[in-house]
């Protein structure tokens, strides 16, 4: 079986380290970075199957990094900071993140995300009980692929924006509350949903549709919840 790796990214060696010892202990193989800049060169030269990011590095702060990351992959992307206000946990989504803890961080919870961004980027392929597209309008997901198409175009999303589209295409023209998205997605009870969703929902808005504004695919049933439009 393929070692899994992850990206250790932050300017104060002992966090690195110590993120280093616990990684070890789940298995995972760490490439340490101290820049922004060092974190990019680490991604081009190996397989890297998660990033741990600090937003506050030198060179490079680590949402500019998140910006250059996303323009050629998908690999998740955990921020850590030692800012804990909602804004700045949004933007840091908003960036192209998948998730965001907050220094101090208890260990063996951003473990539990590490493994919960591990599986969702590794086996969604797997998660499909069949390879059947689904379809709703010019909107096309393979699951087996791990591909969405919007009139034929492919769409680049992210582990977790894919697999929110998996499971609202999946229930085509049935609305889900932020919670319960989250909790079939992140495969753990709801935590920050009313954050974390909506961010993502918007960004998957922005890709796919001509007007975000005004969806035709993914909407909003106010006061309840998201569904995918059925066509």
């Given amino acids: 079986m393929e070692k899994l790796n992850v990206l250790v990214c932050d300017d104060d060696t002992a966090i690195v380290d110590a993120l280093e010892i616990y990684l070890k202990q789940e298995d995972y193989g760490v490439v340490k970075a ?21 937003i506050m590095m030198p060179e490079l702060d680590g949402l500019l990094t998140t910006i250059k990351i996303r323009e050629e992959l ?3 992307i955990i921020i850590l900071s030692a800012k804990s206000e909602d804004t700045d946990k949004i933007t840091g989504l908003n960036f192209g993140a998948d ?16 493994k919960s961004q591990m599986r969702r980027y590794t086996a969604l ?30 769409i ?31 495969n753990e009870p709801s935590y920050s949903a009313e954050n974390t969703v909506p961010v993502h ?3 998957i808005r922005e890709k796919t549709e001509i007007n975000p504004k005004e969806p035709k695919y993914l909407k909003v049933v106010w006061g309840i919840g998201y569904k995918i439009e059925k066509y």
């Fill in 34 to 54: 101290y820049t922004g800049i060092q974190a990019l060169k680490a991604l081009s030269e190996q397989k890297i199957h998660l990033v741990l990011l600090d």
């Fill in 201 to 203: 929902i918007r960004r």
């Fill in 74 to 76: 998908n690999v998740p």
């Fill in 99 to 114: 998730d965001y803890v907050t220094k101090p961080f208890n260990p063996l919870e951003l473990m539990a995300r590490v």
């Fill in 156 to 186: 680049k999303l992210t582990a977790t924006e894919f697999g929110i589209m998996l499971f609202l295409m999946r229930n085509m023209g049935r609305v889900f509350s932020t919670e319960q998205i989250y909790e079939h997605v992140w």
């Fill in 125 to 154: 392929g797997s998660l499909a009980t069949n390879s059947s597209i689904l379809k709703t309008g010019s909107l096309e997901l393979d699951p087996e692929a791990r591909e969405l198409r919007v009139d034929g175009e492919d």
